[in-house]
């Protein structure tokens, strides 16, 4: 009986001190690891930084002494008019506002003259119209007899006497514009073939919307009138 009571005393003692080490190991591992874990995250360089400097909150100035001039005004009224140098050159043309869309020449040769005569042109045209008001960019108006208002003459003598100028094509779009908006369908159309024969081989922009403005019309001319 003895005997058994200090060998259980014994297994009991071992048993203790066996199991106190692991325990004392496991806190050693923790506090390691938990050390190695702060000084791995923390961020030390950002830490050693030197303080940003405070500027304190600056003052708005204060608002500046405006006197609102006050009293009658007048305003003088610029008149735009049409000029143009003895020899027009092709800039001078294209940036003259006549027409809804401005005037191209294409990419063939230039004929002699051709830039004075269409620069004549726009300015009987412009003289004309004048007189019933300006509807150079708004297109064709008829008035009660059902006849045009705006005088084309000018722009059909130059294709008349200019047939192979390098401007008719874009002269002959415009003027179909109007046609086809005074409901002349028949010169509309006859224009509109014209200029899209002429520019069809244009590869500018611009040179190529001419071509492009004579298609799109004749197809919608085409659809309206039902043809195939």
Do not use: C
Request: aromatic share 6%.
């Amino acid at each position: 009986m003895t005997f058994k009571l200090r060998v259980a005393h014994r297994f009991d003692l071992n048993h203790r001190v066996g199991s106190r080490t692991p325990r004392s190991i496991t806190r050693l591992l923790a506090i390691a690891l938990t050390l190695l874990m702060v000084m791995t995250t923390t961020p030390l360089a950002a830490l050693a930084m030197p303080e940003l400097p405070h500027h304190p909150d600056t003052p708005a100035p204060p608002p500046a002494n405006v006197q609102v001039k006050t009293g009658p005004r007048s305003v003088t009224i610029v008149k735009p008019e049409l000029k143009f140098s003895a020899a027009p050159t092709d800039l001078e043309l294209t940036t003259a506002r006549v027409f809804q869309e401005p005037l191209v020449p294409m990419s063939t040769s230039a004929v002699p003259g051709e830039n004075l005569a269409l620069a004549s042109a726009i300015k009987a045209f412009k003289n004309a119209s004048s007189s019933t008001g300006d509807t150079s960019t708004k297109g064709s108006k008829a008035d009660t007899s059902g006849k045009e208002k705006l005088d084309l003459a000018p722009f059909e003598k130059f294709i008349a006497d200019y047939p192979s100028s390098r401007w008719v094509p874009s002269v002959q779009v415009n003027l179909a514009e109007i046609k086809f908006k005074s409901g002349y369908l028949s010169q509309a159309l006859s224009l509109f073939l014209a200029a899209w024969e002429g520019a069809k081989s244009e590869t500018d922009r611009d040179k190529a919307a001419v071509a492009d403005q004579a298609i799109s019309s004749l197809l919608i001319i085409d659809a309206r009138l039902g043809r195939r």
